[in-house]
């Protein structure tokens, strides 16, 4: 099967599938500091697996002095710490890309911030003992399926030093409650300030290792290659972006915009996970001028910001561009990759601002 489709092709039905599966964020939900979970993205690359709470068990084996087997209620009973996050799927702008990577054909609405609540895993690898010859630490989930012709579990690693991070929980609740079983109940990994790919749901299992893991997840989806037999570089961290709630109100069909001209309030969110958000800029048909930043929510989590438009009668695109403290911004024309990975492609919103 080709990976991409024909220069300029239209959606296939199979990846509509996928995208019937594996929901946005309406952009609306921005303007919320903490996404309602029921309007948090979803990324599924399989099916939701069934998970009894009563029998589940975390195993925690490999290279350690002491596996252990906890329950739900074993985790629960360890020191909690409660994080807002905000976590971005890596294909996050893929079908902005031409030729299109075929896979889940997302715009730029695959993000949401949620409270997370867990406990660290920098304590329970204490007590297991992750000896001195482990490298890493391979995560497993529930859920089996295909990917490039693979039959596998969902399996991630991290090294042992980016694992045992102190933001790095197991989490079992998300904006105060259980976690949905799409978003990985009953024990997630949660890695803040990381592509969510590396946030591996449905957890069974943390495998201390000798050498660097090399399963489908980690080496073949979610590295940058320019061609096929290109290694490429693995997809870590979130890439700088900002996004704004489309002014006004849309036409159904096409979405574009209308609103009345006068003083209007464009909002919007910014994040990336290298280093914190310092600029976001706001581009009227081109002309780039500095919005206000909100207050920060959290070191991992998105940053509000606003800018005071006087919109004049006519039809104007809309932009909008963060930059973070090392200087990052985003591009204007998107950086293809094979996989179709952390495009962050600044967003144009069309507007009808009426006579
Ligand atoms: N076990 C498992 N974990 C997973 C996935 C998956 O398919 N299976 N998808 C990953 C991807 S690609 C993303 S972007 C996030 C999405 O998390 P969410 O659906 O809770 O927003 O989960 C990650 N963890
Ligand atoms: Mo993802």
Redesign the pocket.
Known sequence: MASTAEPGEGIRLEELQLATRNRGMPLEGLRYDVTPIGM???????DIPDVDADSWRLRIGGLVERPLELSLADLRRRPARTLPVT?E??GNGRARLDPRPLSQPWLVE?V?TATWTGTPLAGILADAGVRPDAVELVFT???RGTQGDIEQD?QRSLTVAQATAPEVLLAYEMNGRPLEP???FPV?LLVPGW???T????LTAIEAVAAPFEGYQQIEAYTFRESDDDPGQPVTRMRVRALMIPPGIPDFYTRVRSLDPGPTTLRGRAWGGFAPIVRVEVGIDGVWAEATLGPPLGEHAWRSWTYDWLAPPGEHTLSCRATDADGTTQPTVPAWNVKGLANNLVQDVAVTVRA
Do not use: I, N, T
């Open positions: 948090h993205y979803l990324l599924v690359h399989f976590m799927c890596a695959a949401g989930g529930a859920d969902y799409q978003h990985g997630r592509y969510g790919m946030s591996v749901k449905w």
